[in-house]
Structure formats: C-alpha cells, structure tokens
C-alpha cells in the first residue's frame, strides 16, 4: 500500500476550473494504477478518471472532455485537472491506486472537498 494526500480541493463558480493533487509515498508508484473516485452528498462514491501511463485512459461520461488526469512519476504525484466545472461536480474527491496496474483500490487518500457554485 501507499499513503496518499490529496490538496487542491476548493469553492469555484461554474465554467471555472480546479487542479487537485494526490501526493504518494513509496517506492514502485510507476507501476500503480491511479484514480480519482468522488462522492456528493447523499450519494455512493462514483469512479471518475484513472490512469496507469499518465494519461486520461478510462473515465466516467459525465466528465469526458473536461477532466485530464495525469501522472508525474519524479514526484509521484498524480493529478485531476478539472474544467468547465458543472455544480453537479460538487463532492468531495478522493485519490485511490491500486497496485500493479490493478482494479482492487487498496490505498485511498482522505478526501478533499470541491464545490462549485451556480
């Protein structure tokens, strides 16, 4: 497992933009699979965006053409670069990964809070 801290999190109005990151500790963080999952009030925590290489390789519909993920190995640092935020974004977002490139999310960061106002 690693440990992961999210930052960035914050208030936006819609159309405008945010940039989390999700800081990692350990050794082999260019083998793990990286996500981003997210949970609004009253709802179950849905899948986002996720990646392995860096890129936007699997992500949910209703973010498709707004969010990038992207993954910076020397820092091991993963971000979500979030555009054109919709209120319907608002949640608190959290950074996952799953060792070698897996589906079973075993490391999740604390969550950070992201709304977006009207």
């Known amino acids: 497992q690693v440990q992961l801290v999210e930052s960035g999190g914050g208030l936006v109005q819609a159309g405008g933009s945010l940039r989390l990151s999700c800081a990692a500790s350990?050794?082999?963080?260019?083998?793990?699979?990286m996500a981003w999952f997210r949970q609004a009030p009253g709802k179950e925590r849905e899948f986002v965006i996720r990646?392995?290489?860096?890129?936007?390789?699997w992500y949910a519909d209703s973010v498709k053409g707004r969010f990038t993920i992207s993954k910076d190995n020397a820092k091991n640092t993963v971000y979500l670069q979030m555009n054109s935020l919709k209120p319907e974004d608002t949640a608190v977002y959290y950074c996952?990964?799953?060792?070698?490139?897996?589906?079973?999310?075993?490391?999740w960061g604390q969550g950070t809070q992201v709304t977006v106002s009207s």
């Open positions: 990646t392995i290489s860096g890129g936007s390789e």
């Open positions: 350990g050794r082999t963080f260019s083998s793990y699979a």
């Open positions: 996952a990964a799953a060792q070698d490139g897996g589906w079973v999310y075993d490391s």
